[in-house]
């Protein structure tokens, strides 16, 4: 069965810091992987995607994240952190074929003035 | 822009007591699920549903579950008989088949 894993629940970055969240997956077929960000009170909002194609993927708010194969790796990075990112951070990986995620832990990422 | 609604935002209910949740996924989208997320823990699948039928579930999603989209907009989730364990975050979700899934924000279920 696929799965993920997010270590370290809680990360603190100071302002303007880079913010590097990581992410490690498995799964049997080549995977569809996301990072969603939650804000407090809200839902589950898309930062970004791989499906197919440049492994280097870039999302909203100055996100990107690289798909490596040989490391199952699905790592978060943002050069350099905004207070307004403080929120909590979920990778996931869509199994079979409709398309079921499967969610990491999540980070809950605290930005340090 | 579209978005998926749910209400209520916050349930309270008594044990043994039937809950049910509504979402509005997006008007266009085919496909729906629902997952939850107990505090503390992953966001789990529960289900998903296409084509007015269940397309696959968990092994959470037991006969004290069921789904249903009774008038072509609306997703309901029902609880029959609601557990202590029940308590949770559940979120409604729905894609257009595609590879994105557009979630709603949530219904805090607290099962006293």
């Known amino acids: 069965a696929q799965s993920v894993t997010q270590l370290g629940s809680h990360v603190s970055v100071s302002e303007g810091a880079l913010v590097l969240l990581r992410c490690n997956y498995s799964?049997?077929?080549?995977?569809?992987l996301f990072w969603y960000v939650q804000y407090p009170n809200q839902g589950l909002q898309l930062l970004l995607k791989?499906?197919?194609?440049?492994?280097l993927v870039k999302g909203i708010n100055g996100f990107e994240a690289e798909f490596k194969k040989s490391e199952t790796s699905f790592h978060l990075t943002k050069p350099s952190a905004h207070m307004s990112d403080a929120a909590e951070y979920f990778c996931?990986?869509?199994?079979?074929?409709?398309?079921?995620?499967?969610f990491g832990k999540g980070n809950q990422v605290v930005v340090i003035p | 822009e579209p978005e998926v609604t749910q209400t209520p935002s916050h349930q309270v209910t008594q044990m043994g007591q039937e809950v049910i949740l509504r979402c509005v996924p997006i008007?266009?989208?085919?496909?729906f699920y629902w997952y939850r997320q107990i505090l503390g823990q992953k966001v789990e699948f529960l289900v998903s549903?296409?084509?007015?039928?269940?397309?696959?579930k968990s092994e959470i999603f037991d006969d004290q579950f069921s789904v249903e989209r009774p008038d072509g907009s609306n997703f309901t989730l029902k609880i029959r008989s609601t557990k202590l364990e029940d308590s949770a975050m559940y979120f409604c979700?729905?894609?257009?088949?595609?590879?994105?899934?557009?979630f709603g924000p949530g219904t805090r279920l607290t099962v006293l």
């Open positions: 979700a729905s894609s257009d088949g595609l590879d994105e899934q557009f």
């Open positions: 008007s266009n989208h085919l496909y």
């Open positions: 549903f296409y084509n007015n039928e269940i397309s696959e």
């Open positions: 799964s049997s077929v080549p995977p569809y």
């Open positions: 791989y499906t197919t194609g440049a492994t």
């Open positions: 996931a990986v869509a199994t079979g074929g409709n398309n079921r995620l499967a």
